[in-house]
């Protein structure tokens, strides 16, 4: 049975005093049986800050991006060791804002991913199509090019320290949702590429999350989908009643 995970990635928003509110509240609305896993994902200055908040919790802390390299002449970076030193669990990948604004390529973000790997980082890789790529029936063609070189030379161990966010960049701070049923397809074919590049018992274990415009109000439909394993939720999750809704998603019989 895989572990469901609700992530918070709270991009470039919040100073240290609103993200230590706000990671407060998050931690003081948690149901104590939940058996799912939360994620927050702050912006860099203030990881220290909620680390601190939820250590005593079995919340998870990620950060949202990092560089391939543990130290050197790279300024405006941050490095695996960095994140591991101040408490990150998890760290981003791939985000479609890293790929469209800042030009991070598949061969980057693979670059990443290993580093983060041998550096006991979890990863959160994302990967999704644009509204141009969708229209043209290309989904599944750029979904396959993004696994495939992203994970390249990732061996089937280090994949299960990798959760798989799908992210139509359509749906990416538009209002637009996939359907529960477009989520689901893309989530099957992406767990039948894990299928085809490892085995059954790959495909079957790796956990892929939807992004892409979650609310409170679609959260519920999208977790009904036996195959959508979580959420990883942008401009909701600053919104600590919101995103506690989103994080007590109604139980389902599929689940």
């Known amino acids: 049975m895989r572990k469901p995970m609700i992530a918070g990635n709270w991009k470039m928003h919040l100073t240290r005093k609103e993200a230590g509110e706000l990671a ?3 931690k003081k609305g948690l149901d104590p049986d939940l058996k799912h896993e939360v994620l927050l994902a702050p912006s860099f200055t203030n990881l220290e800050t909620v680390k601190n908040i939820i250590s005593d919790s079995k919340i998870l802390l990620s950060a949202q991006n990092m560089c391939w390299e543990e130290k050197g002449a790279f300024t405006g970076e941050v490095s695996p060791l ?10 981003i990948i791939g985000h479609s804002e ?3 604004i800042f030009g991070e390529t598949d061969e980057t973000l693979n670059k990443k991913i290993k580093s983060a790997l041998k550096n ?6 994302c990967i999704g199509e644009t509204l141009e790529e969708r229209e043209n029936n290309q989904t599944y ?9 992203g994970l390249k030379e990732i061996s089937k161990e280090d994949l299960s320290r990798i959760v798989i966010a799908y992210e139509p960049v359509w749906a990416i ?3 637009k949702t996939a359907t529960p049923e477009q989520a689901e397809d893309a989530h099957i074919f992406v767990r039948k590429e894990i299928s085809r590049l490892y085995d059954t018992e790959a495909s079957d274990n790796i956990r892929i999350l939807y992004g892409g415009s979650v609310k409170a109000e679609n959260i519920d439909e999208l977790m009904a989908k036996p195959n959508i394993d979580g959420a990883l939720v942008g401009g909701e999750s600053l919104k600590a009643d919101k995103f506690l809704r989103v994080i007590h998603y109604q139980k389902v019989l599929s689940k």
Do not use: E
């Open 24 to 26: 407060s509240a998050i």
């Open 173 to 175: 701070g538009t209002g």
């Open 98 to 100: 890293r790929r469209k």
């Open 141 to 149: 063609r750029i979904l396959q090019t993004q696994i495939q070189n």
């Open 120 to 125: 006991n980082l979890k990863v959160i890789f």
């Open 82 to 91: 960095q994140l591991k030193d101040i408490g990150c669990d998890y760290v």
